[in-house]
């Protein structure tokens, strides 16, 4: 999971989402996003829309992915437990493409934050409009 002469880790949570690590288990299993969808049962755009972390599998498909995969469930909610140890093709990943994903994830929760407070005063709003 840690590339020596990093020291980092591919897959963590701070640097990978889901759909990165499904990406990269599929990829590691050598399977197609095709095979993977059909394996698992469901429509190419809807494993692709995983992988880009559009949508979010059920729980039964996340226990099929990770079987599917020989992937810890663990390891493919947060990049913890068992999981391929480095992107297939090897290559070394540039500290600047870590850190423009390190900020892309800094950003992703700001605006699930942002969307829970919008919703919160919105609530508040027509609570307000009904009294």
């Known amino acids: 999971m840690t590339d020596p002469a990093q020291g980092e880790n591919w897959y963590a949570e701070e640097t990978a989402t889901f759909g990165d690590r499904l990406a990269g288990a599929r990829e590691h299993a050598g399977l197609t ?65 870590l850190g423009l994903l390190a900020e892309i994830r800094a950003l992703r929760s700001q605006i699930v934050l942002s969307a829970e407070r919008l919703g919160q005063i919105e609530k508040r709003l027509r609570k307000a409009l009904k009294d």
């Open 33 to 97: 996003v095709e095979q993977m969808a059909a394996q698992v049962g469901v429509r190419i755009e809807t494993a692709q829309a995983w992988e880009d972390d559009i949508k979010e599998p059920r729980a039964n498909r996340l226990q099929m992915l990770a079987g599917m995969l020989n992937v810890s469930l663990s390891w493919l909610l947060t990049g913890r437990g068992d999981g391929p140890t480095e992107p297939v093709d090897g290559q070394e990943v540039d500290s600047d493409i």
